[in-house]
């Protein structure tokens, strides 16, 4: 065999071996790999590209080499499942670097972080004065964790007593102009739904570049041709429209009658109406 053609088998048969071991090793982006990880990925890249045109190296010697080190891997990863002790060993642990709103400087030596450094990851969480943090912590994967103090914490509905409607993922059902059945189903929709639903915009299946179905049933589309304008769902707009216009009618009646009980019937309609409006507030708004 020439040369030229067996640096090309090997490469193509490490590729696809080094390609198959990192899909089911490595399940995360290489950024967020432990040093130990990032050293096996490392190593065995390193083997892979010496074997694919060191001809002189017996293609058997490259593979068992592969095969010890991928082997190690997977024995160490059953470890760090099994042992926190071997878990912590691997992958360390956060070291806090401000606790109770104090910065510690012992913990920034040790782990030779600067004082500008700390700054600069402060402000990419968005946090520009360290009298804000409550505690943060530098994890073993080098990011910075961040606890504002609980007066300077953003908003939230439920810091407010707020009722918010519970979110949950949408459905992708359209995608590149092919329908996806196992997403309708999971809904609890079908093709005929979906294309309903479609045939009242106007728009053919074809035409869709993506859609989506959201907790409430509402179809969201973007279509190929991006100088077409798709109507947004108007439904919930539409039932909170009218149930206000129900109150307002039940309002306008109790006040215009002059038998007592009509008026009680009104009122007490008007009230349970009201009580509608407020509970589905949290998916009109």
Request: charged content about 25%.
């Amino acid at each position: 065999m020439p040369g030229w053609l067996e640096v090309v088998a090997r490469s193509i048969g490490i590729i696809i071996i080094l390609f198959a071991f990192f899909k089911g090793f490595i399940r995360k982006p290489i950024g967020e790999c432990s040093a130990f990880e990032y050293g096996i990925v490392a190593g065995m890249s390193v083997i892979g590209a010496i074997g694919a045109f060191s001809l002189q190296s017996p293609i058997g010697l490259v593979l068992t080499a592969l095969f010890v080190w991928g082997l190690l891997a997977i024995g160490l990863a059953y470890a760090v499942e099994k042992s926190a002790k071997v878990r912590t060993f691997i992958y360390g642990r956060g070291i806090p670097l401000i606790k109770d709103g104090k910065i510690l400087e012992d913990n920034m030596t040790k782990q030779h972080v600067t004082s500008d450094e700390l700054l600069r990851r402060l402000r990419s969480k968005d946090v520009f004065q360290t009298a804000d943090v409550e505690f943060a912590v530098l994890e073993s994967n080098g990011e910075l964790n961040v606890l504002l103090k609980s007066d300077k914490q953003p908003i939230s509905p439920s810091a407010l007593q707020i009722k918010v409607a519970q979110t949950k993922q949408p459905e992708t059902v359209i995608k590149d102009g092919e329908i996806l059945d196992e997403p309708l189903a999971t809904r609890g929709l079908n093709r005929e739904w979906l294309e309903t639903e479609l045939s009242k915009i106007d728009v053919s299946v074809e035409n869709v570049f993506l859609a989506q179905v959201d907790k409430d049933g509402q179809l969201t589309v973007d279509l190929f041709d991006d100088q077409l304008t798709v109507p947004q769902p108007t439904e919930l707009a539409l039932l909170s429209a009218s149930l206000k216009k129900v109150q307002a009618d039940l309002s306008l009646f109790a006040l215009d009658t002059e038998n007592m009980r009509s008026r009680e019937r009104y009122e007490w309609c008007e009230k349970e109406v009201t009580e509608l409006i407020n509970d589905l507030k949290p998916y009109t708004s």
